[in-house]
């Protein structure tokens, strides 16, 4: 596990943070570069291979720090090329990361949460319980370890180019650790991840949406799946703290913000729930004025679930709908379902089962602390 009582996680910071440590123990704060380089470039762990680094400092600096990403517990690949880590968070519980690989780009889904609290109804995670936040390497260390195991950037390899926050967990409600994440990604010290190739997705944390955007340059997505408010309440329940009105200002000032970033809307389209030719209509309608993208999701079926996926003919004509009404529409192409590792499906390993009221609760609770609250 990530972390330790006395020596603190090198993983855990970003440049800015890693520049503080240093000069903490009376170094220069330029050996922050040169430590992230071995960590991000070399993947290197072990103080004693970090040959720039002074002796004195190679043998000082174990007593005081660790560099360490969660564990590998488990690796699946699927028949479409589709990889799945099981990696451990402590205490029995486990996490999931899932790399998607594509004829131009492979796109690695992290998770920031063990568990969620959110309950939205058509996800295997939600309906798990909720476990904890993840620390900041227990973020970054997702995609060091992917990196690693795919040989990410040997023989000039470049496996990862797209980072989604799409996995386990809310991460607007963990900003404070994912934020040093989202540095590591972008920062070329780290991952160098161009802005366009980093996303957050939200279930639709107004105050988090604004903090993101004033924070770091990195793609939204937005999980709306549904275009009025009494729908997506029963399948996003966080809709009753911020309705749909709500939620398209804050996207509305994500994307006139100094970045000018469109805003991606994630619509899982379930059969005979949400799948209507009116609620297309109800979706152009809401979507029209805003940059923005739609990208349709089949549903994903998991165990104990109501729901069923829209056939087909339905998808198609649900895109068809949205798209001659001026939006631009994708339907998700579902990979990794052999393994469970498709959209709404990771569900990883935790301790926590507590009744919808609880993980309200702690999601009420979570709010407050962080100021999310109007």
Not at 202 to 207: D, E, F, Q
Request: with cysteine; charged share 25%; aromatic share 6%.
């Amino acid at each position: 596990m990530p972390g330790n009582a006395t020596r603190i996680n090198l993983m855990d910071l970003d440049l800015v943070r890693m520049q503080e440590f240093f000069v903490s123990i009376g170094e220069k704060p330029f050996r922050a570069e040169q430590l992230l380089k071995w960590i991000y470039h070399a993947r290197i762990r072990d103080f004693a291979q970090m040959t720039n680094l002074s002796v004195q400092l190679r043998r000082r600096l174990p007593e005081l720090a660790v560099i360490e990403p969660p564990e590998i517990l488990r690796e699946q690949t699927s028949t479409d090329g589709t990889v799945k880590w099981l990696m451990g968070s402590g205490t029995g519980n486990a996490i999931e990361t899932v790399f998607i690989p594509e004829i131009k780009r492979g796109t690695l889904c992290i998770s920031s949460q063990v568990g969620c609290a959110l309950n939205c109804s058509f996800c295997s995670t939600g309906a798990q319980g909720f476990s904890r936040n993840l620390s900041a390497s227990e973020i970054i260390g997702q995609v060091w370890q992917a990196a690693e195991s795919l040989g990410h950037e040997r023989n000039g390899t470049r496996r990862i180019t797209n980072v989604v926050f799409m996995g386990m967990g809310e991460p607007l409600l963990n900003f404070d650790a994912v934020l040093p994440a989202l540095s590591l990604l972008r920062d070329d010290l780290g991952f160098g991840l161009a802005a366009k190739r980093v996303t957050v997705s939200t279930a639709g944390l107004v105050p988090g949406i604004d903090r993101l955007r004033d924070s770091i340059d990195v793609a939204l997505a937005v999980s709306l799946h549904a275009p009025v408010d009494d729908l997506r309440e029963t399948l996003v329940p966080l809709n009753r703290k911020y309705p749909i009105q709500e939620l398209m200002a804050a996207c509305s000032r994500y994307a006139a913000g100094k970045h000018k970033r469109s805003v991606t809307f994630e619509y899982t389209l379930i059969d005979g729930v949400n799948d209507q030719p009116e609620q297309a209509q109800k979706l152009v309608k809401l979507l029209r004025k805003l940059p923005s993208k739609l990208n349709l999701i089949p549903f994903n079926p998991f165990p104990g679930t109501q729901y069923r996926c829209s056939p087909q003919w339905k998808i198609r004509e649900f895109q068809e709908i949205v798209m001659a009404g001026g939006l631009i529409a994708t339907v998700r192409k579902t990979r990794g379902d052999d393994i469970d590792a498709a959209c709404g499906q990771l569900v990883g390993k935790f301790q926590d089962r507590t009744r919808r009221s609880e993980r309200l609760g702690q999601l009420n609770s979570s709010l407050q602390e962080h100021n999310l609250v109007p």
